[in-house]
């Protein structure tokens, strides 16, 4: 029974509390980074192919389709990098000197960073999202019901459908960035 209350006391000690959390930080920061820098670069190229299209119709080249692309991957490379940052405070956190410990206000406040950063990007995203959308919504409008098609710009074509689906995934990789640093700020507040 005594050794019970001994093992028991250890396991809630502020080191194996810090502990945890350096692992959690780790190991969430670098599943998060490796997440979003896949689901980035997927997103960026087919972008950068369907701007360089001569032939797209979507307005994704001009005014609020390309601002909320070209900030939504911006957005999208700013939260990779505090990805990484929390694998650097999970470093701090396993530091054997407690000076360089960052306290848990500070670590709580990091995590809410990375759920801002990510909240403002998946506000512009959702943005193009709605342009893109609506562009496509346009062109299926316009074309009547069993007429011939005279011109291609009508048509809905496989690249239109590969830039909505570059726009979900950066949207998926924004809520990536919003759950694991909620999640990971919720189990250092438990702790």
Same mark, same amino acid.
């Given at each position: 029974?005594?050794?019970?209350n001994?093992?028991?006391?250890?396991?809630n000690?502020?080191?194996?509390?810090?502990?945890?959390? %350096?692992?959690?930080?780790?190991?969430?920061?670098?599943i998060?980074?490796w997440?979003q820098l896949?689901?980035?670069?997927?997103s $960026?190229?087919v972008?950068?192919? %369907? *701007?360089?299209?001569?032939?797209?119709?979507?307005?994704?080249k001009?005014?609020?389709?390309?601002? @909320?692309?070209?900030g939504?991957?911006? *957005?999208?490379? @700013?939260?990779? #990098?505090?990805?990484?940052? #929390?694998?650097?405070?999970?470093?701090?956190?396993?530091?054997?000197?407690?000076?360089l410990?960052?306290?848990r206000?500070?670590?709580?406040r990091?995590?809410q960073?990375?759920?801002?950063?990510?909240?403002l $990007?998946?506000?512009?995203?959702?943005?193009g999202?709605e342009?893109?959308?609506?562009?496509l919504?346009?062109?299926?409008?316009?074309?009547?019901? $069993? &007429? &011939? *098609?005279y011109?291609?710009?009508?048509?809905?074509?496989?690249? +239109?459908?590969?830039?909505?689906?570059a726009?979900?995934?950066m949207?998926? &990789?924004?809520?990536v960035? *919003? $759950?694991?640093?909620?999640?990971? %700020?919720?189990?250092i +507040?438990?702790?």
């Amino acid at each position: 029974m005594r050794k019970l209350n001994v093992l028991k006391s250890n396991s809630n000690s502020p080191s194996s509390v810090r502990q945890q959390a %350096a692992v959690n930080l780790r190991t969430f920061g670098w599943i998060g980074f490796w997440t979003q820098l896949v689901l980035t670069v997927a997103s $960026g190229l087919v972008l950068l192919f %369907a *701007i360089a299209d001569p032939n797209l119709n979507i307005n994704v080249k001009s005014g609020l389709g390309l601002f @909320s692309a070209a900030g939504g991957i911006l *957005i999208l490379c @700013s939260s990779i #990098y505090w990805f990484f940052r #929390y694998t650097r405070l999970s470093r701090q956190l396993e530091a054997p000197e407690s000076s360089l410990h960052p306290s848990r206000k500070e670590t709580v406040r990091t995590l809410q960073t990375g759920v801002i950063i990510n909240l403002l $990007g998946m506000l512009l995203i959702l943005v193009g999202v709605e342009v893109v959308i609506g562009t496509l919504l346009g062109k299926t409008l316009s074309v009547p019901q $069993g &007429a &011939a *098609i005279y011109r291609s710009s009508q048509l809905i074509e496989p690249l +239109d459908i590969f830039v909505v689906q570059a726009n979900i995934n950066m949207i998926v &990789a924004q809520f990536v960035g *919003i $759950g694991i640093p909620f999640w990971l %700020a919720t189990r250092i +507040d438990q702790h």
